[in-house]
T-cell receptor, first 111, second 117 residues
Framework: GEDVEQSLFLSVREGDSSVINCTYTDSSSTYLYWYKQEPGAGLQLLTY?????DMKQDQRLTVLLNKKDKHLSLRIADTQTGDSAIYFCAEKKAAGNKLTFGGGTRVLVKP | GAVVSQHPSRVICKSGTSVKIECRSL??????MFWYRQFPKQSLMLMAT?????????EQGVEKDKFLINHASLTLSTLTVTSAHPEDSSFYIC?????????????FGPGTRLTVL
């Protein structure tokens, strides 16, 4: 199976919270990242978490990491229409600088 | 900080021609740059790792003679698609790292959309 997996699509109402989930298989991952991609654009780094952390909060963004289950989530509080985009999680393995990306979750925020 | 640019943002070329895409780190030095390819509605596929002053490391299945990579300085890497064909049409994205040393974070360029007619 794929190294990093995400659900394909998430629809959420403006003002609600969004939760995007990601699972990975490599227990040696050192850093895990969340990137945002808007149509026709490159990837914007949103946040990252080191593998020995359980949680990281940065303004509206909260990252939760369950290392035992190899599960990563990104919660966006008070979701806005500008948050509509594709969100990619990525893992960096212990060896080398290469990132492995999930397939991306398309988030649609409805007014 | 940590801005990566790409040029051009969009290019249309005829089949059989070569196209060069530039990736620059604007406010930091990047010993390593990465080149990705993204098909519509798909994830990023790593093509190669570009190391300053040495040969690039290509991922399995990527033709090094077709996708020429040069990383001549700490702020510039170029990807040349040689003898382009319609199946090479794609969105090419570069990233540069390390940015913050503590995270080895990669910062991505805005991408180059290549269309081969």
């Amino acid at each position: 199976g794929e190294d990093v997996e995400q659900s394909l699509f998430l629809s959420v109402r403006e003002g609600d919270s969004s939760v995007i989930n990601c699972t990975y298989t490599d227990s040696s991952s050192t850093y895990l990242y969340w990137y945002k991609q808007e149509p026709g654009a490159g990837l914007q780094l949103l946040t990252y978490i080191f593998s020995n952390m359980d949680m990281k909060q940065d303004q509206r963004l909260t990252v939760l990491l369950n290392k035992k289950d190899k599960h990563l989530s990104l919660r966006i509080a008070d979701t806005q229409t500008g948050d509509s985009a594709i969100y990619f999680c990525a893992e960096k393995k212990a060896a080398g600088n290469k990132l492995t990306f999930g397939g991306g979750t398309r988030v649609l925020v409805k007014p | 900080g940590a801005v990566v640019s790409q040029h051009p943002s969009r290019v249309i070329c005829k089949s059989g021609t070569s196209v060069k895409i530039e990736c620059r780190s604007l406010d930091f030095q990047a010993t390593t740059m990465f080149w990705y390819r993204q098909f519509p509605k798909q994830s990023l596929m790593l093509m190669a790792t570009s190391n300053e002053g040495s040969k690039a490391t290509y991922e399995q299945g990527v033709e090094k003679d077709k996708f020429l990579i040069n990383h001549a300085s700490l702020t510039l890497s170029t990807l040349t698609v040689t003898s382009a064909h319609p199946e090479d049409s794609s969105f090419y994205i570069c990233s540069a790292g390390p940015g913050e040393p503590s995270t080895d974070t990669q910062y991505f360029g805005p991408g180059t959309r290549l269309t081969v007619l």
